[in-house]
C-alpha cells in the first residue's frame, strides 16, 4: 500500500500553501502534490498507481462552485462547478447550447454528478499504454518510448497534434466546446493570480509529452471564462464514436455559426477525438466565413482541418471521419436556411 499525507483547504489560499511549489511535477510523476476536486480522474489514476502523490490535496470545501455573468457579457464558471450543473445551467444551454451538449455528450450521469470543470479541463489521456503502468510512455516515464506508436492505436490515438514521444488524444468533451467558444482560464499560485488563454492552456507533446498544460507548480484553476455569445448564432457538438454511451470520442466537432440568409458570417470549429488537445480549426472558420453554406463548401473546408494529419497503423479512418464530423454538423446547423435568401 502507497502512504500520502491528506489536507482539506477551506479557502483558495490555503489549498495553494497546503499544495506547496517546490515539486516540479506537480504531483504529475511520481511523488508532488496533487489537487483532489471530484476525483474522477485522480482517484482513477493513484488506483492504478499511474499518479503516485506524496499529498493530496481536498478543495470540495473551496468556494468556488458559482457561475457568474461578467460586465462585458462573458461567463465566470468556478472551477468546483459540477458538469452536470454547468450543463444545466439557463445561461449555457441559451447562449452555450454546444456546451452544454458536449458536457451530456460525456461519460454518464453519475460521473457528471461528481466531475468539475476545473477538473475536466485538467482531464488526463485514456491511452491503454499509459494507464496500464508498464508499458513504455513518454507520458507517464519520459524518454521510455511511446508504445501506442508501433501498437494497437485505434480508437484514443491523434492524427493531429502527434510528434514522435506521443500520439494520445485529449478526452475531454467539454474543453472541445470551450475551444470553439473561446474562453480565459484564471488560476492562482505561489506567486499570485493570473490569467491563461484556453488556446494556449493545453501543450502539444513535441519532446516533453509529460508537460501537458501552462500551469506553473502550485497553481490552481479558479475559474474558467467563456468569451461574450456570438450574437443569434446557432451551435451544435456532434460526437462520433463506437457506441452512443459512456464511449469517447473517435472523432467530435463543436461548431458555432452566425448567418445572413444562405451567408455565413462569422464560424468557429474545433474538433475532439482527433488531436492531442482541443483542437481549434481557423483555417476552416476563415475558409467559411462570407461563403454561402453547401454542402460542397463544407467538404471542401473540412479538409483543409487535416492538411497535416498524419495517420497510424489503425487510425487513418479518423481523417475522413473527422471531415465528415465538420460537415454533418455545418448540414444540420444551416439546414432550416432558405437558399433563395439574400
Request: glycine fraction near 8%; charged fraction near 25%.
Amino acid at each position: 500500500m502507497r502512504h500520502f499525507d491528506y489536507a482539506r483547504a477551506d479557502g483558495t489560499r490555503a489549498a495553494i500553501q497546503a499544495h506547496g511549489s517546490d515539486d516540479e511535477a506537480a504531483g504529475y510523476q511520481t511523488g508532488g502534490a496533487a489537487y483532489l476536486a471530484g476525483g474522477t480522474t485522480l482517484l482513477d489514476l493513484v488506483k492504478l498507481d499511474v499518479m503516485q502523490p506524496d499529498k493530496i490535496v481536498d478543495i470540495n470545501g473551496v468556494a468556488l462552485d458559482e457561475i457568474e455573468r461578467l460586465d462585458d457579457g462573458r461567463l465566470r464558471i468556478g472551477a468546483m462547478v459540477t458538469n452536470t450543473a454547468l450543463a444545466r445551467d439557463e445561461r449555457v444551454t441559451a447562449d452555450y447550447a454546444v456546451l452544454s451538449q458536449a458536457l451530456l455528450a460525456g461519460a454518464s450521469t453519475q460521473l457528471r454528478n461528481k466531475a468539475t470543470t476545473g477538473g475536466n479541463v485538467m482531464q488526463r489521456v485514456r491511452c491503454p499504454y499509459f494507464r496500464d503502468g508498464v508499458s513504455d510512455c513518454n507520458k507517464r516515464e519520459p524518454g521510455s518510448g511511446c508504445a501506442a506508436i508501433g501498437g494497437v492505436n485505434r480508437s484514443v490515438h491523434a492524427v493531429l497534434g502527434t510528434s514522435e514521444s506521443c500520439i494520445a488524444t485529449h478526452p475531454s468533451d467539454m474543453c472541445v466546446a470551450m475551444a470553439a467558444i473561446g474562453a480565459t482560464v484564471e488560476v492562482e499560485g505561489p506567486d499570485g493570480k493570473r490569467e491563461i488563454d484556453f488556446a494556449e492552456f493545453h501543450l502539444l507533446p513535441g519532446d516533453t509529452p509529460e508537460q501537458e498544460h501552462a500551469l506553473k507548480p502550485g497553481e490552481l484553476i479558479t475559474h474558467v471564462v467563456l468569451d461574450a455569445p456570438m450574437q443569434n448564432a446557432r451551435s451544435s457538438y456532434l460526437k462520433l464514436r463506437d457506441r452512443q454511451s459512456y464511449q469517447f470520442a473517435l472523432a467530435s466537432s463543436a461548431v458555432i455559426v452566425t448567418l445572413d440568409g444562405n451567408t455565413i458570417r462569422k464560424a468557429r470549429v474545433a474538433l475532439g477525438g482527433v488531436g492531442t488537445k482541443p483542437w481549434r480549426a481557423p483555417e476552416v472558420e476563415a475558409a467559411l466565413e462570407g461563403k454561402q453554406a453547401s454542402e460542397a463548401l463544407f467538404a471542401d473546408v473540412a479538409k483543409r482541418a487535416f492538411d497535416n494529419a498524419t495517420a497510424y497503423a489503425h487510425n487513418a479512418y479518423k481523417i475522413p471521419l473527422g471531415q465528415q464530423a465538420i460537415v454533418r454538423n455545418l448540414v444540420d446547423l444551416t439546414q432550416s436556411v432558405d437558399p433563395t435568401a439574400a
